[in-house]
């Protein structure tokens, strides 16, 4: 039964939804219905379709009240808007229904895990919040919680775990029928943890062991965790939160964490091998995945900093809506390293490719037919000399006379840098990031898809990315090479069109 708050919800979506255009909407990127957007939740693939609920606070477009929005798409780049899912209409999450997943039962119900939040008042006459991991249960649309809930509380963490940073439950389906579920922890030492849950129904469950711990080694407490297995290795990815930098390899404040390693399946023991960033950019935390049908491991994260939520540019506060996910990327293990591609099917958007080869050049360039906001932009670099390799290299886009936002390259110091302090923000907000790539004598290799309000950059063929919004004018299209010195350089550009859903 759908409960009053729910029904608001729903209604208030409607109305102030179909009055959004479609061109104040990024054209392929899924964002908000209405009011505020941030982490994606229960990303999977049921009754033919892929589902993405998303963390959503429709009366406002600041944080405010958790709901579920959600959303269905047949391909990941079309988006159907569907009704919010889950309201705070409940005494364990009045104050909140956070983050969490989704999967499909053996009976084909969809299941939804989340964490309920209510805020108590403590004994200095504050406020904190109680977490714990519910349920409810659905056909793709509507959905009833558990009447059990929660399903998770405090008699079931381990000695020292925190219940008020207990959250972000990802479920999945073991090879022997059995179920498991990951939730981010704050342990007693106030570092972060993986704690992991075991259920016979994925309804009852119970406390298996402490899955992964940080040790302040990353940051602190780490959010949305999702667990998997990829060519071989298994994969723990997390958001940790108030990071320290580690020279390129990590931001600061809440940023993205790739830990991949070994994993036994029956003793359920994760060996860490490697760590890596998971987004070098400005924009980009709380990645979820899901396995297609077809067996790709696809990953979406919300593509916004937390820290300039409140200032992102002169026109944000003015939509109806605000948050938007990042494109959906496969995902590959090579070398050891986590790899990123952009969505294949996204290259059935492509039209009016326009193609330059061999432009040598060493100042300020523009090439015919390169332009525009809803691109699929792919660069290829060489210097010019081998003998004497160029001092820097920079795209500009989202440009004219007035705006700008560049990526820019200096092979000497093989640093990449993406820069949008040119791009209409009226706060001096998070503008650059940079990150070390590889490259031998200038060579490098960019995709850059640009949407209505970000840029993505894939470096190497997915060793790296660098994700960040942009609110410039949409008239704002002009594209611009910069070199200093000889640079040699291929050019392919499509635009991509949006299809019909």
């Known amino acids: 039964m759908t409960s009053q708050t729910l029904r608001e919800a729903r209604k208030y979506e409607e109305v102030t939804g179909k009055a959004i255009r479609e061109e104040d909407r990024p054209a392929f990127h899924l964002s908000s219905y209405v009011?505020?957007?941030?982490?994606?939740?229960?990303?999977?693939?049921?009754?033919?379709?892929?589902?993405?609920?998303?963390?959503y606070h429709p009366y406002d477009s600041i944080w405010g009240p958790m709901h579920w929005g959600h959303a269905v798409s047949e391909d990941l780049l079309h988006w159907e808007y569907l009704p919010a899912a889950l309201a705070p209409d409940e005494q364990y999450d009045r104050d909140g229904c956070f983050s969490g997943s989704a999967i499909e039962l053996p009976d084909g119900r969809q299941l939804l895990m989340y964490t309920g939040v209510m805020r108590e008042r403590t004994l200095e006459g504050g406020f904190c919040e109680l977490q714990t991991q519910c349920l409810a249960v659905g056909d793709g649309r509507d959905y009833e919680k558990y009447e059990q809930n929660p399903v998770l509380d405090r008699t079931d963490l381990p000695e020292g775990a925190s219940v008020h940073d207990a959250r972000d439950p990802k479920i999945w389906r073991a090879k022997?029928?059995?179920?498991?579920?990951?939730?981010?922890?704050?342990?007693?030492?106030?570092?972060?943890?993986?704690?992991?849950?075991?259920?016979?129904?994925?309804?009852?469950?119970?406390?298996?062991?402490?899955?992964?711990?940080?040790?302040?080694?990353?940051?602190?407490?780490?959010?949305?965790?999702?667990?998997?297995?990829?060519?071989?290795?298994?994969?723990?990815?997390v958001s940790p939160q108030d990071m320290l930098p580690h020279g390129f390899e990590y931001h600061n404040g809440n940023g993205t964490l790739c830990l991949i390693g070994s994993y036994n399946e029956e003793t359920d023991t994760f060996t860490e091998e490697a760590d890596q960033a998971i987004d070098y950019g400005i924009d980009f935390y709380a990645p979820q995945?899901?396995?297609?049908?077809?067996?790709?491991?696809?990953?979406?994260?919300?593509?916004?900093?937390?820290?300039?939520?409140?200032?992102?540019?002169?026109?944000?506060?003015e939509l109806p809506w605000f948050g938007q996910m990042s494109l959906p990327r496969e995902l590959f293990i090579r070398d050891g390293r986590l790899f990123q591609k952009p969505?294949?099917?996204?290259?059935?958007?492509?039209?009016?490719?326009?193609?330059?080869?061999?432009?040598?050049?060493?100042?300020?360039?523009?090439?015919?037919g390169v332009e525009g906001r809803q691109i699929d932009l792919e660069i290829e670099l060489k210097a010019g000399d081998p003998e004497k390799v160029y001092q820097k290299f920079?795209?500009?886009?989202?440009?004219?006379?007035?705006?700008?936002?560049?990526?820019?390259?200096?092979?000497?110091?093989?640093?990449?840098?993406?820069?949008?302090?040119?791009?209409?923000?009226?706060?001096?907000?998070?503008?650059?990031?940079?990150?070390?790539?590889?490259?031998?004598?200038?060579?490098?290799?960019?995709?850059?898809?640009?949407?209505r309000f970000s840029a993505e950059v894939f470096v190497n063929?997915?060793?790296?990315?660098?994700?960040?919004?942009?609110?410039?004018?949409?008239?704002?299209?002009?594209?611009?090479?910069?070199?200093?010195?000889s640079v040699i350089m291929d050019v392919t550009k499509y635009d991509l069109v949006r299809g019909q859903v």
């Not at 406390?207 to 949305?224: Q, S």
């Not at 560049?406 to 092979?411: E, G, M, Q, W």
């Not at 820069?419 to 995709?447: M, P, Y």
């Not at 063929?461 to 010195?485: L, P």
Request: hydrophobic share 35%.
């Open 289 to 317: 995945t899901v396995l297609t049908p077809d067996g790709r491991r696809v990953m979406i994260g919300w593509m916004q900093n937390w820290d300039t939520c409140a200032v992102s540019g002169p026109t944000s506060r």
């Open 343 to 368: 969505l294949r099917e996204l290259e059935e958007m492509r039209s009016h490719e326009v193609r330059h080869e061999q432009v040598t050049f060493s100042d300020v360039i523009r090439l015919p």
């Open 394 to 451: 920079a795209v500009r886009f989202a440009q004219n006379g007035q705006y700008h936002t560049a990526v820019s390259f200096r092979p000497h110091e093989s640093v990449l840098k993406i820069d949008r302090k040119f791009s209409g923000s009226r706060r001096a907000v998070i503008h650059q990031r940079r990150c070390l790539v590889r490259s031998e004598e200038g060579r490098l290799k960019l995709r850059v898809i640009l949407d």
């Open 461 to 485: 063929d997915g060793e790296q990315v660098m994700s960040a919004t942009i609110y410039t004018d949409q008239a704002a299209d002009g594209i611009s090479f910069f070199a200093d010195g």
């Open 176 to 237: 022997d029928g059995t179920y498991r579920c990951v939730i981010g922890n704050r342990p007693a030492d106030g570092s972060g943890q993986i704690l992991l849950f075991e259920s016979e129904d994925a309804f009852h469950w119970k406390f298996r062991k402490v899955l992964a711990e940080n040790h302040n080694r990353f940051g602190r407490m780490w959010e949305c965790p999702d667990f998997f297995e990829l060519d071989g290795k298994q994969v723990l990815l």
């Open 35 to 55: 009011g505020w957007m941030n982490d994606p939740n229960g990303f999977s693939y049921y009754d033919h379709k892929y589902h993405m609920f998303y963390q």
